[in-house]
């Protein structure tokens, strides 16, 4: 019964390829996102979504796209990877104005 | 912009020491205020939270208050324990909009 639960935990991949991760929450949010966090751990917020509406595209590049089907999931798509595309990313959850995302577990992406 | 700034790491600490991280903010709005935790290998996990000035957040023996005059949230615990070991995040949201915006994070170790 994991509130937020994202797949897969690691990914480790090749330059040029596309790949994507996958997020579910089971928490009847209505928000999501993606966060990256990178080697040395900072935290920043890539895109939001709003009962599969986007709402923040926090200038990140093309190449990643998101996808929400419905509210309960959000999906993240990476087109060409690079090597600085390697981090750990984060889906959260939350009720806007409730106080506070549910986070993932997170996805190691490392590109080689 | 909004900002985050907390202290630098590593605090490093032995057993049932007092431990202060000082976080301080600048926003625009009326910002809630969070701390999250990172256990190693982990997700992040909300610690606690305060929404209004003079709030006090608590939660596992940790506290902070949202000082307004100071800008601060400072996060504090009287004893700390081998278990406290883990990297830390002061945060920050706007109301309505919960994107949350980070510090640089923290990292605890605690001795034996």
């Known amino acids: 019964d994991t509130a937020v639960s994202q797949t897969p935990k690691y990914l480790v991949t090749q330059m040029g390829n596309d790949k994507s991760i996958k997020c579910e929450q089971n928490l009847g949010h209505d928000t999501m996102y993606w966060y990256k966090q990178d080697s040395k751990k900072f935290l920043k917020i890539m895109f939001s979504y709003n009962n599969k509406e986007l709402i923040i595209n926090e200038t990140v590049p093309n190449r990643f796209s998101p996808k929400s089907p419905d509210k309960a999931h959000l999906n993240l798509h990476i087109n060409s990877l690079e090597l600085g595309d390697s981090a750990v990313y984060f889906c959260?959850?939350?009720?806007?104005?409730?106080?506070?995302?549910?986070f993932g577990s997170g996805t190691r992406l490392t590109v080689v | 912009g909004d900002s985050v700034t907390q202290m630098e790491g590593p605090v490093t600490l032995s057993e049932e020491a007092f431990l202060t991280i000082n976080c301080t903010y600048t926003?625009?709005?009326?910002?809630?205020l969070f701390w999250y935790v990172q256990y190693p290998g982990e997700g992040l996990q909300l610690l606690l939270k305060?929404?209004?000035?003079?709030d006090k957040g608590s939660n596992k023996g940790f506290e902070a208050t949202y000082r307004k005059e100071t800008t601060s949230f400072h996060l504090e615990k009287g004893s700390v324990q081998v278990s406290d070991s883990a990297v830390y995040f002061c945060?920050?949201?706007?109301?309505?909009?919960?994107?949350?915006?980070f510090g640089t994070g923290t990292r605890l170790q605690v001795f034996p």
């Open positions: 926003a625009t709005g009326y910002p809630s």
């Open positions: 945060a920050l949201s706007i109301y309505n909009t919960d994107k949350l915006i």
């Open positions: 959260a959850s939350s009720t806007p104005g409730a106080g506070g995302s549910t």
């Open positions: 305060a929404t209004k000035a003079d």
